[in-house]
């Protein structure tokens, strides 16, 4: 009797502490239950590099991990889909085309020296893409109709043939977004902002060099992000012998904050190995997250009284006390949801409830072996007692395999289908500690502590043909 007062007092303390923790730190809610967007970005091959396999897919994927990162994004998800797509889901994103801008670009940053002779012809061809961009830039905010709609595509045309008409200008010197170690934005004079950023030792001694050429000859370096010119400063003549040392450097172009915080996040990310398309960005609604929510939440607590209900008139007593041990295996459940870190969706709410059907499955296990035993005339005491011994196998080899199922699932699949998987896992080992635990506990101690139940062993398991004992 002294184990089941420990047991009893075990579990009170860690129900206790469940609880806590859930109030400290609630559920994270996945982008179909919270709101939010989804973009799938599509890698498009090279010239040199005709097929994507699976280590560029994976090369890809870690860029974009370390730009949602960037974003600030809480539990976001990134995941390959196919051979050469990845699907990014931004719960509680309202600003997708931030989120496109960010993601969509290659960012493959260079540092060019301009050629001799080019002063004029790149102050000249600069000055007519920026009366481009603002017409463009103008032509955007207007009402669309079919003859700005096609001045938009000829001046993008027009832009893009000027974008390299300006990258011929320049000579590549191997410096390139590879040699940082480090970008950020701050401000700059009035309201102009600027991204600053460090180099690492190698490209600390290429910038050095780069800028000991070009100092005092007017000359400027072209500093390219996807190929397109975004600043082009002049090194004053005074950096003409060591060049400018100290491996920082400081990027200015009319930037916002946002802007310059967007190509900050997209440099400490690193360039993506390849071109990539944003082939579908979506935005998944607020409100239907939150109905979601409500009709999850109304079809767990409809089969939870439903079980509930079935193992009181069918098991009685045992029934009752089973109950209690699966309102501790749901708090339990969802307490290491939260501690692992689980993103709640609508599969993992699935998996969550048919983990309910399985906890009371191995309940059902234990009552049964109980009453076999109860029928072949044993005590009351010994009966619970062998009756969890004998199901102990049973309940075990149908949870392995299940286990072997969503580790499968969690394997082979992906996105919703592991959220599935892993919520069923992490239900099936709770529930054996609770059915062969708690359960366990509360039947021993209503067995020892209460004579009615000893006297009237109907009460603990109905429609016996012997009188049990205890």
């Not at 400063?233 to 904050?257: D, K, L, M, R, Y």
């Not at 098991?315 to 006390?321: C, D, E």
């Not at 196998?393 to 959220?419: H, Q, W, Y």
Request: glycine letters at 10%.
């Amino acid at each position: 009797m002294k184990q089941q007062r420990l047991l009893i007092v075990f579990i009170v303390a860690l129900l206790t502490s469940a609880i806590t923790f859930l109030n400290v730190m609630p559920l994270q809610l996945g982008l179909d239950l919270k709101g939010g967007s989804q973009l799938t970005i599509q890698l498009r091959p090279t010239k040199d590099i005709q097929n994507i396999v699976q280590e560029d897919l994976e090369a890809a994927k870690t860029v974009l991990e370390n730009r949602v990162n960037g974003l600030g994004v809480a539990e976001p998800i990134v995941q390959t889909l196919g051979k050469d797509k990845i699907v990014i889901q931004l719960p509680g994103v309202t600003n997708p085309e931030q989120a496109e801008r960010v993601l969509g670009g290659t960012a493959q940053l260079d540092f060019r020296e301009q050629r001799q002779g080019t002063e004029g012809q790149l102050s000249a061809e600069f000055r007519i893409r920026q009366q481009k961009n603002i017409e463009l830039s103008t032509l955007r905010q207007k009402k669309t109709n079919l003859e700005t709609k096609q001045r938009i595509i000829e001046l993008t045309k027009s832009i893009d043939v000027s974008n390299q008409a300006i990258l011929k200008l320049f000579d590549s010197v191997g410096l390139s977004g590879k040699d940082l170690k480090n970008a950020r934005y701050g401000p700059s004079q009035g309201i102009e902002w600027q991204v600053i950023i460090d180099f690492d030792n190698e490209g600390e001694g290429k910038f050095a060099d780069l800028t000991k050429k070009v100092a005092g000859t007017g000359r400027s370096i072209g500093i390219f992000l996807d190929n397109i010119l975004i600043s082009a400063p002049i090194v004053s003549p005074q950096f003409a012998v060591t060049g400018i040392t100290g491996g920082s450097a400081v990027i200015t172009g009319n930037f916002t904050a946002e802007s310059a915080n967007e190509m900050a996040v997209q440099l400490r990310g690193g360039s993506l190995p390849f071109p990539v398309q944003v082939v579908e960005n979506r935005t998944v609604g607020a409100t239907l997250g939150q109905d979601s929510v409500r009709r999850s939440i109304y079809a767990t607590i409809a089969g939870l009284i439903l079980v509930l209900i079935f193992m009181i008139i069918y098991y009685r007593l045992s029934g009752a006390l089973a109950n209690i041990a699966l309102l501790i295996y749901a708090t339990l459940t969802l307490t290491c949801y939260s501690l692992v870190g689980v993103t709640l969706t609508l599969p993992g709410i699935a998996g969550f409830i048919l983990s309910i059907g399985m906890a009371v499955d191995a309940n059902i296990l234990v009552f049964e072996r109980i009453r076999e035993e109860l029928h072949n005339g044993k005590t009351l005491y010994a009966g619970v007692e062998s009756g969890f011994y004998r199901a102990f196998s049973s309940i075990l080899d149908s949870n392995i395999t299940t286990l072997i199922a969503c580790g499968a699932l969690f394997g082979l699949g992906s996105g919703l289908v592991k959220g599935f998987a892993l919520t069923l896992a992490i239900g099936i080992l709770i529930s054996m500690f609770t059915a062969l635990t708690c359960t366990r506990t509360l039947l021993l101690t209503a067995v020892l502590k209460f004579p009615l139940v000893r006297k009237n062993p109907e009460i603990f398991c109905p429609n016996l043909l012997t009188t049990s004992k205890f």
